[in-house]
């Protein structure tokens, strides 16, 4: 009786909820899906690649300034991320869903902010306030697209392969995605700044100052129009991410309709105190901030401690290229081993390349090499937490059958860890350039500076990637456990499905 005044309660305040749940998803319904992921990539990447090295010598920021916008932003974002799960779980369904109004209504805040990041405002005092408050701002709208569309992933079917193979879709996209975000902001902006470094060939001395006062002033008028021009193609990649953003956002909302109804009746500490969920995410924390370290030093580590200055937006693309063709070979590894088996071998195959790349001398097919090999190792480390959170989710259904309304949280804590982490080694990684003496503009760096970006980009990630790893030993499901929750959830959603027959048949007896 409890229960069927439940079911009163819920149909007359949401009376737009769906009657079926659907198990088979089209390729149509996969490839929306999967499209919607793409925006959270692409400005990821621009940023994740970019932003670093714009703040220091585009907008010409003090190192410590621009540690102080990434970590906070960061933070900002982190925090977001539990928030808008919680109030992403309360809210009412509509006749476009749960999921579907929060992706709906902040993208087109998250387009205007995003390109804001990228405008260096005309004015000096107070840079750091403008890109604190457009940062923040984009993050938060990011995250109100980005949370409801990564717990969408338990509403579109309740089949296990279903969502797997959906999943396996939107890894391939969301890699996609980064490929392009890379290339649109790579290619648009080029290789940065042209670095004079030939000098005049002065033998009389009568006329040394001369020239050197000429060259000077030339060499000054020169980087300005360079600066002018690099800033006009940073806003130039911005529009152009802005207008996919949108695209995919309409693609997802026109192509993929929510299938479930789940009410909110549990707190954190439900979520908080699932023991699988919290050893995938320690484990993929530690994991996740080797790649974001790499991610957000990379670009500087191949201009400075390098040299390609020319080549690094090449290098980058090659690196998520190699991801993106690798992601389909990455799916059916952990369909044919496991997906433990695939995170052993995923994330080990990148420790290697990560010391050789440090340890050889700069040459430039080497380092395109090392990027091609790199690659595989960013498909694993995008397809595979995406693809275990699912299964945490179904393991905690099945201990918790009584529990609705959780997914959401288990998504945004998960981010929320990922982000705050991220924010904390961006922030610290920037702060560490300052302290080894990075100089904004400059063209040379000193030699502390390529040491410590060495370090960032090698030492450091491999042994975050080791803590995960040893984590990530201890996390209990198999696939004999996950076969196992399988069916014992298709068991008890075909017992509910028995049961409202029953109940279909009685009602139309006592009809009639």
């Not at 020239?211 to 060499?219: A, E, G, P, Q, Y």
Request: hydrophobic share 45%.
């Amino acid at each position: 009786q409890q229960r069927a005044g439940d079911n009163d309660h819920v149909a007359h305040h949401y009376p737009h909820q769906p009657s079926l749940i659907r198990n088979r998803l089209s390729v149509w319904n996969k490839l929306c899906y999967a499209i919607g992921g793409a925006p959270y990539q692409i400005t990821g990447s621009a940023l994740g690649f970019f932003l670093q090295i714009y703040l220091l010598d585009v907008a010409q920021l003090d190192p410590s300034h621009a540690s102080i916008i990434l970590f906070v932003g960061r933070a900002w974002d982190a925090v977001t991320d539990p928030t808008v799960g919680f109030l992403v779980s309360r809210s009412r369904w509509t006749r476009f869903g749960r999921m579907m109004p929060w992706i709906l209504l902040s993208t087109p805040f998250a387009v205007l902010t995003y390109f804001l990041i990228w405008y260096v405002p005309p004015f000096q005092q107070g840079k750091i306030i403008w890109y604190l408050i457009f940062y923040c701002l984009f993050q938060s709208m990011q995250t109100c697209f980005h949370v409801p569309y990564s717990a969408l992933t338990m509403f579109i079917s309740n089949d296990q392969k279903e969502r797997d193979s959906a999943t396996a879709y939107r890894m391939m996209v969301e890699v996609l995605g980064t490929v392009l975000g890379t290339a649109i902001q790579g290619q648009i902006i080029g290789g940065g700044q042209d670095c004079p470094t030939d000098e005049p060939d002065v033998n009389d001395s009568r006329n040394s100052t001369k020239i050197n006062t000429s060259r000077v002033t030339l060499d000054e008028t020169v980087s300005l129009l360079q600066l002018f021009d690099t800033k006009q193609a940073y806003l130039i990649a911005s529009g152009v991410i802005c207008i996919i953003y949108v695209l995919c956002a309409a693609v997802l909302f026109f192509g993929v309709k929510e299938s479930q109804l789940l009410t909110f009746r549990q707190g954190l500490w439900l979520v908080m105190s699932h023991g699988p969920y919290i050893k995938l995410v320690i484990g993929f924390l530690f994991t996740s901030l080797a790649f974001m370290l790499l991610e957000g030093n990379f670009a500087l580590f191949i201009t400075y401690s390098l040299g390609h200055r020319k080549d690094f937006q090449n290098i980058l693309l090659v690196i998520m290229l190699s991801g993106t063709l690798t992601i389909p070979w990455w799916q059916w590894f952990l369909t044919k081993f496991g997906k433990k088996m695939a995170v052993y071998f995923g994330m080990t195959w990148a420790i290697p390349f990560m010391i050789l790349i440090v340890c050889i001398k700069s040459h430039l097919i080497i380092s395109y090499l090392v990027s091609v090999a790199a690659g595989v190792s960013v498909a694993a480390a995008f397809l595979l937490p995406w693809s275990m959170l699912p299964d945490v989710v179904d393991d905690f259904k099945v201990r918790n059958p009584d529990i609705h309304g959780h997914e959401a949280l288990f998504y945004s804590f998960y981010v929320f860890f990922i982000k705050f982490a991220s924010g904390v080694s961006l922030g610290i990684s920037t702060l560490s350039l300052k302290f080894a003496g990075y100089e904004t503009g400059s063209c040379l760096q000193p030699e502390a500076v390529s040491l410590t970006l060495k370090v960032l980009v090698s030492p450091v990630p491999v042994v975050l990637i080791a803590v995960g790893l040893l984590i990530l030993r201890t996390y209990p499901i198999d696939e004999d456990r996950r076969q196992g929750n399988r069916k014992l959830l298709q068991e008890m959603l075909d017992s509910v499905t028995d049961s409202d027959t029953d109940s279909e048949t009685s009602a139309l007896g006592s009809s009639v």
